[in-house]
């Protein structure tokens, strides 16, 4: 079992990583975002009192967002047999502490955290060009370097976290996307 969380700023090819990390070794993916979107989407009680938070303009709270991943945990045990990868979480120390304790409860750990490393004139760059690309109306300069910003702020710290846990691969996540891919494997199958 593998279980990962792709880590890196806004731009940094995570998802594009994460569907080959996905293929590669038979992950099973869990995103934040797709996960909360869900619930809301079919009105289970957690999406309700998930849209409640969000309806308001308000971070949905940690503990809620680790009920959310428990029961996908739960209700998904033969799909994430060969391991999961985390997409979109941990953001903050408290939310990793919590996941360690959720994985702890199964029997199981994060095994690896792939942190794809990108200088932050090129990430600009990417999200920009996948704003023109996609049309995503947020993908604009200046909600760019406040994504950026929040993500110095707050989600940063916990490389040094990870680090001190000897989980952390720093990933260069420049050059093609096999180029990278093959550094990722590489780094996970020698850690």
């Known amino acids: 079992m593998l279980n990962i969380v792709i880590f890196g ?31 809301i989407r079919r009105g289970t009680e957690l999406g ?3 849209k409640g938070y969000i309806d308001q303009g ?20 033969d799909k994430a047999s060969e391991g999961v990868i985390f997409d979109g979480f941990p953001r903050t120390i408290p939310q990793a502490e919590a996941l360690e304790q959720l994985l702890a409860d199964r029997g199981t750990q994060i095994d690896a955290v792939v942190g794809l490393e990108v200088p932050e004139d090129e990430l600009i760059k990417r ?9 995503r109306s947020d993908d604009n300069e200046e909600t760019a370097r406040k994504r950026l910003d929040t993500y110095h702020n707050q989600t940063s710290p916990l490389k040094a976290y990870y680090e001190k846990q000897g989980k952390y691969l720093a990933i260069d996540g420049l050059g093609s996307i096999d180029g990278i891919f093959d550094l990722i494997k590489k780094a996970l199958d020698n850690r």
């Open 127 to 135: 999200i920009l060009l996948r704003g023109q690309q996609s049309g």
């Open 9 to 39: 700023a806004p731009g940094s090819g995570k998802g594009t990583q994460s569907d080959k990390l996905i293929d590669h070794y038979k992950l099973f993916h869990i995103s934040t975002g797709d996960v909360l979107r869900d619930n």
């Open 58 to 77: 308000q971070l949905v709270p940690d503990e809620l967002i680790i009920n959310i991943l428990a029961q996908v945990l739960d209700e998904n045990k």
């Open 48 to 50: 309700k009192t998930a």
